[in-house]
């Protein structure tokens, strides 16, 4: 799920014109995972308000880097603190398990705090 969503807010700032469309995948990933997920109610909780939001703003693009820069936090966030994770080892070996982190989803991380010194991070394309 995590990677999934990275790579649809990645591809949000690679194709900013269809910033929108990638969002709304993000939000349609948390909402099905949803409802297969044993720890749906604690998904829908911690990620669905800050990539609506995000959503939302994307559809307005004035104001919306702010939005997905406040989904990035949260999604990280949460697999710090209720995955009970490293997030550099999370990224480098269970989501990207010998791949690369999106480039653009690795700078809004760090963006947002995130140390991403470690993080094996693709190059721009």
Known sequence: MYKEIAENF???QVEPSHEDIYIYNALEIIVNVT?????AADITLSLLLPITEA???ARKYYQS???ILKAVRAINNYVVIKD???LTTFVNNV???KGCVPYYWGKMSEQVGCDTSRWNICSIS
């Open 95 to 97: 989501s990207w398990d």
């Open 55 to 57: 959503y939302v703003q």
């Open 10 to 12: 990645d591809m949000s």
């Open 84 to 86: 009970r994770q490293d």
């Open 35 to 39: 409802t297969v997920n044993t720890e």
């Open 65 to 67: 880097y702010l939005y």
